[in-house]
């Protein structure tokens, strides 16, 4: 399958994925090492819901990461690791090195007693360790579930025992811009609450003070420098779990999505070369967190399968000042840049100086990934970074699709600013009314559903499939609900409006209002709260809470910073409250669900537009929500 390189060959191989996708991914399948070829390329049923792509092929995905490429390219950097600390020399690991690394550590995993299909949890900061984590439990079939070092002890507690992990890989601490996180004493305390968890394996990031727990704690440099450098990799069935990531949902719990070993590699590999239209000697930077999905996909597994060079920036974009991204791009002449629109926001407030500090004459492909990217930030991003001179790709995917879905292909797709554009190959989405018909015309808007299977879904939820099956698949039978409502225009691009459930996107970060909900309702003085999102510059969506308390504070300022140091502990600090109102009452139905759509009217400022509250308990307190709102 040759890579797209026109849009009519766009045009043409979109045409043939959807006339005959089997062949055409058998196509793109046939260009990875299988041990065992598969039977068939696809069995579906939506109903239940069940996918299986590449049924009967056996495979390791580490070695088509690394070991193939070993032939070619030992000497080639596969990762470049650029430190916290803008003065700390960045790291150059080619890829004879990272198999080495990986296998020491595979093998460490494998001399603890762990093996193929245990759950091994990683809550790391964005070091080289983190990378060799993944791929050294890819290497020998571990699932790993990696759990974003920016949360609380209580959600990494959640997520270890939702999964029955066995082993967690963390560091003493973390770096963040000036500041040090103390990781470890963050996984003692939420290893107070998980039974299944035997070893916990400890790398020295910042040197800080720690306590070892005897016959539990291990110090990372004592147990896997020794290791050999050889590691033999797992075979594995195409439909073994590779691993679970959490994401939010619509109750409390966080949903462990399931991905699997061949759909997921040969998708997330296709759309890494597609859509940047990634060259050899390219140098690629994603500048997301391996703790979410796009560092996965985007800095792991797509760039490594393609024997691509990969950036892993442990820093931030404002940190020492608002130029440090484009410092890194100007360092290390990045070709293809791939960011989120919080980000360029939040760098669009600084002086233009801090960019024009720099040269970044290098760049060639830009991209966008997490939530809808404004059309000012859009035209700023093409004018001043791009100098209008690279495509910018604004690619709408999620945690449970895996890869990138509707999105421009670099230099082939005429783009509009804000607009996703069009499906990849394989990918057939389909805009549904809210009454649950597909609407087939042009220039129209509903809710957002994706008719046939591509290969790197999400297979389940862990441990819940009927969850996974009243989440994707019961809202329009038979297709999968992305939760994201879109327009599609007259030349049939899709833009992606935002979430029509209960999930607000807050800097690129997906949380579950519920989940926030609860973690408030800790706070002893709280009776009940109701979440919504706003409009943010920055964020994108900020976090609206309605607190009802059991008296109404008089002074409400220490009993918000007590809130939100509640649901940073319970949560994380992502998803602190910006905007806390006590009120009296919520607006309810009179069977006593939460109007959210007037609360979600009352945080957007919409107050003129709120529609029928007739049907409401008490219709007053509406107005009394809407006198007191910030
Ligand atoms: O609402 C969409 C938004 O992010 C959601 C998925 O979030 P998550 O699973 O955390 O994955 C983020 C990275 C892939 C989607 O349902 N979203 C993501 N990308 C875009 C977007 N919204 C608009 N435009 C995008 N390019």
């Avoid at 597909?438 to 499939?465: C, Q």
């Avoid at 409502?485 to 996107?505: F, Q």
């Avoid at 994380?572 to 905007?579: E, H, R, T, V």
């Amino acid at each position: 399958m040759s890579i797209i390189s026109s849009f009519e060959e766009y045009k043409q191989q979109y045409q043939q994925s959807i006339e005959n996708p089997e062949e055409f991914w058998s196509q793109i399948a046939d260009t990875f090492v299988w041990r065992k070829k598969y039977d068939s390329v696809l069995k579906w049923d939506f109903n239940k819901p069940e996918v299986k792509w590449f049924e009967g092929g056996k495979l390791n995905i580490v070695e088509n990461c690394i070991d193939r490429h070993l032939v070619n390219k030992a000497r080639q950097t596969a990762i470049i690791w650029e430190s916290n600390f803008a003065d700390e020399p960045s790291r150059h690991i080619t890829y004879q090195e990272l198999f080495e690394s990986v296998n020491q550590v595979a093998n460490m995993l494998r001399q603890q007693g762990i093996k193929k299909g245990d759950r091994v949890c990683i809550y790391l900061p964005m070091i080289p360790q983190l990378a060799f984590a993944v791929l050294a439990c890819a290497r020998i079939g571990a699932v790993h579930s990696v759990v974003f070092a920016g949360f609380s002890s209580g959600s990494l507690a959640d997520r270890i025992n939702d999964s029955g992990c066995r082993l967690i890989l963390t560091s003493d601490g973390a770096y963040r811009a000036d500041k040090t996180l103390d990781l470890k004493s963050i996984v003692d305390e939420a290893l107070l609450k998980c039974p299944t968890v035997e070893k916990a394996i400890i790398y020295q990031r910042t040197k800080g003070k720690v306590t070892m727990k005897p016959n539990r704690d291990l110090w990372w440099h004592e147990v896997v420098g020794f290791q050999s450098k050889a590691c033999e990799a797992e075979e594995m069935d195409a439909e073994d779990i590779l691993f679970i990531l959490y994401t939010s949902g619509s109750t409390g719990k966080p949903k462990g999505m399931v991905h699997t070993c061949a759909g997921y590699m040969v998708y997330t590999n296709y759309t890494f070369k597609t859509v940047f239209q990634y060259q050899p000697n390219q140098l690629f930077w994603c500048t997301a967190d391996i703790g979410w999905i796009t560092g996965h996909s985007y800095i792991l597994y797509g760039p490594l399968s393609a024997g691509a060079t990969t950036i892993l920036f442990e820093g931030v974009p404002s940190w020492p000042d608002m130029g440090r991204f484009w410092h890194v791009i100007e360092k290390h002449k990045v070709n293809i840049f791939y960011t989120a629109p919080t980000a360029i926001r939040s760098l669009e407030q600084a002086p233009l100086s801090f960019v024009n500090n720099y040269d970044l004459s290098s760049l060639q492909v830009l991209g966008s990934v997490g939530e809808p990217i404004n059309v000012e930030a859009w035209h700023w991003y093409d004018e001043n970074i791009g100098r209008k001179n690279c495509p910018i790709v604004d690619t709408w995917w999620q945690t449970e699709t895996g890869g990138i879905m509707i999105s421009p292909i670099a230099n082939v797709t005429p783009l509009k600013p804000a607009f996703a554009t069009l499906p990849m190959p394989g990918i057939q989405p389909a805009v549904m009314s809210e009454k649950g018909a597909e609407i087939i015309e042009n220039n129209v808007e509903g809710r957002l559903t994706i008719k046939f299977p591509w290969p790197s879904m999400a297979r389940t939820i862990y441990g819940d499939h009927q969850r996974f099956r009243d989440t994707y698949f019961s809202t329009f039978p038979g297709m999968y609900f992305t939760g994201d409502g879109c327009k599609r225009d007259e030349d049939g691009y899709y833009r992606i409006t935002g979430r029509v459930d209960d999930i607000i996107i807050v800097s690129g970060h997906n949380l579950g209002t519920a989940e926030i909900e609860s973690a408030i309702d800790e706070h002893s003085s709280v009776c009940e709260t109701a979440v919504v999102g706003f409009p943010h510059t920055i964020k994108g969506q900020g976090v609206y809470a309605f607190v009802i308390c059991y008296e109404m504070p008089k002074e409400g300022e220490t009993l918000r910073q007590e809130i939100r140091e509640i649901v940073s502990k319970i949560i994380g600090p992502i998803a602190k409250p910006d905007k806390i109102q006590f009120v009296r009452g919520l607006p309810k139905t009179r069977s006593g669900k939460i109007m959210r759509r007037i609360l979600r009217k009352i945080a957007e400022g919409e107050v003129s537009s709120l529609g029928d509250t007739t049907t409401l308990l008490d219709p007053a307190i509406v107005e009394e929500i809407k006198a007191g709102a910030l």
